[in-house]
């Protein structure tokens, strides 16, 4: 089954393209079946290539999900037109009253402000607190997985020296969680951050388990006991060149800032960069949709229960 987008989203093309299997609403509006409901929050600054990268996962299962984007209305985009925000996108008072199967909330190159320095965080915070209620599960990525871990928790971020920026060796912790289910012992994860949470903080909360951990790049898959929020650190939807224009970015803007690890061959930036962590990214999301999302989430969404932290 295909992931079910808007007829003339951009996404549609590039994923025609790659012979991603999608199906329009126009279409969709024939099947009988109670599709998932899955809504992005979206926000990256670059939020088409965002859309196209986590609709590239999300339709790499048997189910059909049914896809709503979801931005701040207490931010401006600057790097999105508008024409496109006001197509696709919808914001939190349009759809507070909707339940919804999962949830998942994208990174934020935001991570060297404090959280409540952010422009948008309380009503990010609202929305956090809101898919308690109204979400069965919700997937926290990057920076939302440090914002997660501090509202949910009260674990804080640590600034790091450096940017931690590469590809990453990743050991897997619990071999039996049903998101890690079919995970070889260790799999590379791309990350880009400057700020990091640490291990003994997951570890003083009960309600929290560690899946997954790098030596080098530390906490990466933290989740909570009921199994219905998800953290991870890492960027598993990056494409191929993801990090390579990040780098060329920043390194345009003047930033003294480091190679990627382990990304481009012989750290010759010149070279195309490796792309070793496609399968495992697949894998991640397709077993949250399957595993933690379909074989949970009740059929009448109703009937949902709030998380029990």
Same mark, same amino acid.
């Given at each position: 089954?295909?992931?079910?987008?808007?007829?003339?989203?951009?996404?549609?093309?590039?994923?025609?393209?790659?012979?991603?299997?999608?199906?329009?609403?126009?279409?969709?509006?024939?099947?009988?079946? *109670?599709?998932?409901?899955?809504?992005?929050?979206?926000?990256?600054?670059?939020?088409?290539?965002?859309?196209?990268?986590?609709?590239?996962?999300?339709?790499?299962?048997?189910?059909?999900?049914?896809?709503?984007?979801?931005?701040?209305?207490?931010?401006?985009?600057?790097?999105?037109?508008? +024409?496109?925000?006001?197509?696709?996108? +919808?914001?939190?008072?349009?759809?507070?009253?909707?339940?919804?199967?999962?949830?998942?909330?994208?990174?934020?190159?935001?991570?060297?402000?404090?959280?409540?320095?952010?422009?948008?965080?309380?009503?990010?915070?609202?929305?956090?607190?809101?898919?308690?209620?109204?979400?069965? +599960?919700?997937?926290?990525?990057?920076?939302?997985?440090?914002?997660?871990?501090?509202?949910?928790?009260?674990?804080?971020?640590?600034?790091?020296?450096?940017?931690?920026?590469?590809?990453? *060796?990743?050991?897997?912790?619990?071999?039996?969680?049903?998101?890690?289910?079919?995970?070889?012992?260790?799999?590379?994860?791309?990350?880009?951050?400057?700020?990091?949470?640490?291990?003994?903080?997951?570890?003083?909360?009960?309600?929290?388990?560690?899946? +997954?951990?790098?030596?080098?790049?530390?906490?990466?898959?933290?989740?909570?006991?009921?199994?219905?929020?998800?953290?991870?650190?890492?960027?598993?939807?990056?494409? *191929?060149?993801?990090?390579?224009?990040?780098?060329?970015?920043?390194?345009?803007?003047?930033?003294?800032?480091?190679?990627?690890?382990?990304?481009?061959?012989?750290?010759?930036?010149?070279?195309?960069?490796?792309?070793?962590?496609?399968?495992?990214?697949?894998?991640?999301?397709?077993?949250? $949709?399957?595993?933690?999302?379909?074989?949970?989430?009740?059929?009448? $969404?109703?009937?949902?229960?709030?998380?029990?932290?």
């Amino acid at each position: 089954m295909p992931i079910n987008i808007p007829d003339d989203l951009p996404a549609t093309e590039v994923l025609a393209k790659e012979n991603i299997f999608y199906m329009t609403h126009s279409t969709a509006e024939h099947q009988d079946i *109670r599709p998932l409901k899955i809504v992005i929050l979206n926000l990256m600054p670059k939020k088409i290539e965002t859309e196209t990268q986590f609709l590239r996962l999300l339709s790499n299962t048997p189910l059909q999900v049914d896809i709503e984007l979801l931005q701040m209305k207490s931010h401006v985009s600057k790097n999105t037109p508008p +024409s496109h925000l006001h197509r696709f996108y +919808s914001t939190f008072d349009e759809i507070r009253e909707n339940r919804y199967d999962g949830l998942i909330i994208t990174g934020a190159p935001v991570e060297k402000m404090e959280f409540e320095e952010v422009d948008y965080w309380p009503e990010l915070c609202e929305i956090m607190d809101w898919s308690l209620t109204n979400v069965y +599960s919700v997937f926290h990525i990057c920076w939302a997985a440090q914002a997660g871990l501090y509202h949910h928790f009260g674990i804080p971020k640590y600034p790091l020296e450096h940017k931690m920026s590469g590809l990453f *060796r990743h050991k897997v912790l619990d071999p039996y969680h049903p998101l890690l289910r079919g995970f070889d012992d260790d799999f590379t994860v791309p990350h880009s951050r400057y700020t990091e949470v640490r291990r003994e903080d997951i570890e003083k909360v009960e309600g929290l388990e560690l899946l +997954s951990y790098s030596k080098q790049s530390g906490v990466h898959i933290v989740a909570d006991k009921s199994q219905r929020l998800f953290f991870s650190t890492g960027h598993s939807e990056y494409d *191929r060149f993801t990090l390579r224009n990040e780098y060329f970015r920043d390194i345009d803007k003047g930033l003294d800032i480091h190679i990627p690890y382990n990304y481009f061959p012989l750290n010759d930036v010149g070279q195309p960069p490796h792309f070793n962590w496609r399968s495992h990214a697949n894998l991640l999301f397709s077993n949250w $949709l399957n595993y933690c999302v379909y074989q949970q989430t009740p059929y009448d $969404l109703a009937e949902l229960e709030p998380v029990v932290r």
